[in-house]
């Protein structure tokens, strides 16, 4: 892939100060974005502080890969927070091009670390928690986002996914279902933003990633958070233009194949039947080319 595809591009991260989130934010630095914004909040069993200095890491990451950043202490489920971190951006880079909602909770929030408790035993005030972040966050970010992106012409939603066979395996958390509703709510964003420039796509890394996100706790086990570099910066990208309510699996991507092959081999069918009805994203029902 060129090594600037994304100069002049200005990106949001939310959960960007680790993980998942930590990697697409110096991906899209190294890839000549022109400002990335990364937002966090701690969860109920996190300090503020930790989150503020893992944001502070951050934006040491991206100015050493030769980028700009901006961080963000913002609460996804929190409208004002979601409109400050957008008005905040645009002051500081004077626009906006891509949004990743990558920010979400695990089902440690309603489960705390006893995933075998029966369902009646679960925390809802967890359950609450989740739900907010996973779902309600991303709209309330997209929300933000929709005006100048919308204005501009031009803009990427990219909503972070996880793989299917696991969003309905046997479990006392929405954290699957509420991946499965964001891929629902993903077609229909992109349809809702069709003609406008602007498009919406899922992504999965493809499996369970070696981050704090399950636990709380790195453990060693799982994907390379690495591994869902290439597929964002694609997606980011001029290179996606036309590509709208697909899903992408980000652990299929071939370094060997040129970038466009590279990120078809990575597309999947959309998880929900092609309507009846007329619909203007077609492909995101397409079978895999190649």
Known sequence: ???????????????????????????????????????????????????????????AAIHQAGGTGLGCLAEV??????????????????GLDVLVNNAAKAGRYAHHGDAKMAIFEADPAGFREMI???????????????????????????????????????????????????????????????????????????????????TGEITGRGLDPAVIRPMAVWLASPASDGVNGCRFTAEFWDGALAPDAAAEACREPAIFPLPARDTPIKGAWAPRRG
Not at 34 to 46: F, I, K, L, Y
Not at 77 to 94: H, I
Request: aromatic share 6%; with cysteine; proline share 4%.
């Open 1 to 59: 892939m060129p090594e600037k595809v994304l100069e002049g591009k200005v990106a949001v991260i939310t959960g960007g100060g680790r993980g998942l989130g930590r990697e697409m934010a110096v991906a899209f630095a190294e890839a000549g974005a022109a400002g990335v914004t990364v937002t966090a909040a701690p969860g109920s069993d996190e300090s503020a502080e930790e989150i503020e200095a893992e944001l502070h890491e951050t934006l």
């Open 77 to 94: 489920a929190d409208e004002f927070d979601c409109q400050r971190v957008m008005a905040e951006t645009l002051d500081a880079f004077g």
């Open 132 to 214: 907010d972040t996973n779902l309600l966050g991303p709209f309330l970010m997209t929300h933000a986002a929709a005006g100048p992106m919308v204005e501009a012409g031009w803009g990427r939603i990219i909503n972070i996914s996880k793989r299917t066979d696991s969003m309905h395996r046997s479990a006392i958390t929405p954290y699957g279902p509420s991946k499965a509703a964001l891929d629902a709510a993903t077609i229909a964003w992109a349809e809702a933003f069709h003609g406008s420039g602007v498009t919406v796509n899922s992504l999965s890394p493809g499996g369970a990633v070696d981050t704090k996100f399950g």
